[in-house]
């Protein structure tokens, strides 16, 4: 199913990695994640349905990078629900655990941060391209070998 002409239900089955077995559509359509994602896309750009009904641009490829992992990122929170399962063929019987879930979202909303900063950069015309500053010194006023404190006790 077709999710706000950006994605479909294929796609956000294959960034979480599940088939349509453990994810079928029925239970994609209950968790109505078109929803969140028109009022994320509406907060990121009250323009964004121009964009998307645009001819194939470089501004609608990160729409569709956007809406694909936002959409597998929210869903990913519920990960646990449709992923621990537990199959039987009547004589061997495998189970499957959802354990570390938890990181797969910021790692798929992290991934849909950076596909927004780059629409966005794209549409005004801008770049961020600043590396942050992880370390810094900071000299002291004196030469802590040679002069003493002045207030030492």
């Given at each position: 199913?077709?999710?706000?002409g950006l994605?479909?239900?294929?796609?956000?089955?294959?960034?979480?990695?599940?088939?349509?077995?453990?994810?079928?559509?029925e239970?994609l359509?209950s968790?109505?994640?078109?929803?969140?994602?028109h009022?994320?896309?509406?907060?990121m750009?009250?323009?964004w349905e121009s964009?998307?009904?645009?001819?194939?641009?470089e501004?609608k490829?990160?729409?569709?990078?956007?809406?694909k992992?936002?959409?597998?990122?929210?869903?990913?929170?519920?990960?646990?629900?449709?992923?621990?399962?537990?199959d039987?063929?009547g004589?061997?019987?495998g189970?499957?655990?959802?354990?570390?879930?938890d990181k797969?979202?910021?790692?798929l909303?992290?991934?849909?941060?950076?596909?927004k900063?780059?629409?966005l950069?794209?549409?005004?015309g801008?770049?961020?391209t600043?590396?942050?500053?992880?370390?810094s010194?900071?000299?002291?006023?004196?030469?802590?070998i040679?002069?003493?404190?002045?207030?030492a006790?």
């Amino acid at each position: 199913m077709d999710v706000l002409g950006l994605t479909n239900f294929a796609q956000i089955r294959g960034v979480l990695t599940v088939s349509s077995t453990d994810l079928p559509d029925e239970v994609l359509e209950s968790y109505a994640v078109e929803d969140d994602l028109h009022v994320a896309l509406t907060e990121m750009d009250k323009d964004w349905e121009s964009v998307a009904s645009a001819g194939d641009t470089e501004l609608k490829r990160f729409l569709r990078l956007y809406a694909k992992y936002y959409c597998a990122g929210t869903l990913a929170g519920m990960a646990e629900v449709f992923v621990l399962t537990r199959d039987t063929d009547g004589e061997n019987e495998g189970q499957r655990a959802g354990t570390g879930l938890d990181k797969l979202q910021g790692k798929l909303l992290g991934k849909a941060s950076q596909f927004k900063a780059d629409y966005l950069d794209k549409k005004n015309g801008t770049t961020t391209t600043a590396v942050p500053s992880i370390i810094s010194r900071s000299p002291p006023d004196r030469d802590v070998i040679t002069e003493a404190r002045s207030n030492a006790s």
